[in-house]
């Protein structure tokens, strides 16, 4: 097994997690456990999920199949916007493990705030007993905003250890990132590469790409671990696993960090999902 050396970030709850994870969004059936098998050979040990997903079967089978032990993973499910209610919260995450076939989830998240709801302060709470009953070990966020923050820690106060959110160079969320820093949250990003947008070619990408002898998608990925950020990439393709866990062996200067920040856009998000109006797709 190829095993790469990967950094971890500490979490304000003691706990650690991998700076780079595995993304399995359509990554389903037996040709993703496939998929995230060939990532977990490659030496990816933190796998992100979702109910909405679909695909926590896929990555239960993925571990079992890889021989390893459970510890030498750090496995995140999502919880639905459908679910935010205290019971049935606790419900999907026993749901979730046995969807699985695990005894604990490493990190449980609630997938959106949905504050045309306001359940989320409730769902928060439930996170908060699921980690005192020990099917979670940590517990956080996605697609919180300063404001969804706040309320949760003043309700509980309990911090999440994690918050993970839309980042990649058109959308560089940097007041959010200071945000999360101020309170001890560990920033993840998902579609951390843009989903498909022309950041991949654009011309100071393509620029240090060449000065550093690496892809554009490392670069940016690159990028990311400069800001503090935790990406999380997702690929089917066994070339860009390998690729994407080649980020440890260059550093991008402070000035070629800035140029990359430079190309966020005010109109940058992948789908216009603004987590103050978004209503979850199930």
Same mark, same amino acid.
């Given at each position: 097994?190829?095993?790469?050396?990967?950094?971890?970030?500490?979490?304000?709850?003691?706990? +650690?997690?991998?700076? $780079?994870?595995?993304?399995?969004? #359509?990554?389903?059936?037996?040709?993703?456990?496939?998929?995230?098998?060939?990532?977990?050979?490659?030496?990816?040990?933190?796998?992100? %999920?979702?109910?909405?997903?679909?695909?926590?079967?896929? +990555?239960?089978?993925?571990?079992?199949?890889?021989?390893? &032990?459970?510890?030498?993973?750090?496995? *995140?499910?999502?919880?639905?916007?459908?679910?935010?209610?205290?019971?049935?919260?606790?419900?999907?995450?026993?749901?979730?493990?046995?969807?699985?076939?695990?005894?604990?989830?490493?990190?449980?998240?609630?997938?959106?705030?949905?504050?045309?709801?306001?359940?989320?302060?409730?769902?928060? %709470?439930?996170?908060? =007993?699921?980690?005192?009953?020990?099917?979670?070990?940590? $517990?956080? @966020?996605? !697609?919180?905003?300063?404001?969804?923050?706040?309320?949760?820690? =003043?309700?509980?106060?309990?911090?999440?250890?994690? !918050?993970?959110?839309? $980042?990649?160079?058109?959308? $560089? #969320?940097?007041?959010?990132?200071?945000?999360?820093?101020?309170?001890?949250?560990?920033?993840?990003?998902?579609?951390?590469?843009?989903?498909?947008?022309?950041?991949?070619?654009? &011309? +100071?990408?393509?620029?240090?790409? /060449?000065?550093?002898?690496?892809?554009?998608?490392?670069?940016?990925?690159?990028?990311?671990?400069?800001?503090?950020?935790?990406?999380? &990439?997702?690929?089917?393709?066994?070339?860009? #696993?390998?690729?994407?866990? =080649?980020?440890?062996?260059?550093?991008?200067?402070?000035?070629? @960090?800035?140029?990359?920040? /430079?190309?966020?856009? *005010?109109?940058?998000?992948?789908? !216009?999902?603004?987590?103050? @109006?978004?209503?979850?797709? /199930?």
């Amino acid at each position: 097994m190829n095993e790469k050396y990967i950094p971890f970030y500490e979490l304000n709850d003691g706990h +650690v997690l991998p700076q $780079i994870g595995l993304g399995t969004y #359509q990554v389903r059936g037996m040709r993703g456990v496939d998929q995230i098998l060939s990532a977990i050979q490659l030496g990816y040990r933190l796998i992100d %999920t979702s109910t909405n997903y679909d695909s926590e079967g896929a +990555v239960g089978e993925a571990i079992r199949r890889s021989g390893l &032990p459970r510890t030498e993973f750090y496995v *995140t499910s999502k919880l639905p916007g459908q679910y935010h209610h205290y019971d049935d919260a606790l419900k999907i995450i026993e749901e979730s493990l046995l969807r699985l076939g695990l005894d604990y989830l490493d990190l449980y998240l609630i997938h959106w705030p949905l504050p045309k709801r306001d359940n989320y302060v409730e769902a928060w %709470t439930a996170l908060v =007993e699921a980690q005192k009953r020990g099917l979670v070990r940590s $517990i956080g @966020v996605s !697609n919180f905003e300063a404001v969804h923050l706040d309320r949760i820690i =003043e309700a509980t106060g309990v911090t999440p250890a994690v !918050n993970q959110n839309e $980042i990649h160079p058109y959308w $560089i #969320q940097d007041e959010l990132l200071k945000d999360n820093q101020s309170r001890g949250i560990v920033t993840e990003a998902w579609s951390p590469l843009g989903r498909g947008s022309a950041v991949l070619n654009e &011309p +100071v990408v393509i620029q240090l790409a /060449n000065k550093y002898h690496k892809n554009a998608g490392q670069i940016i990925l690159r990028w990311h671990l400069q800001r503090g950020v935790l990406p999380i &990439p997702k690929s089917s393709s066994l070339t860009h #696993q390998r690729d994407n866990l =080649e980020l440890w062996d260059f550093e991008l200067t402070n000035d070629e @960090v800035t140029s990359i920040n /430079n190309l966020s856009k *005010t109109d940058g998000r992948v789908d !216009n999902q603004d987590p103050k @109006v978004y209503e979850e797709f /199930n």
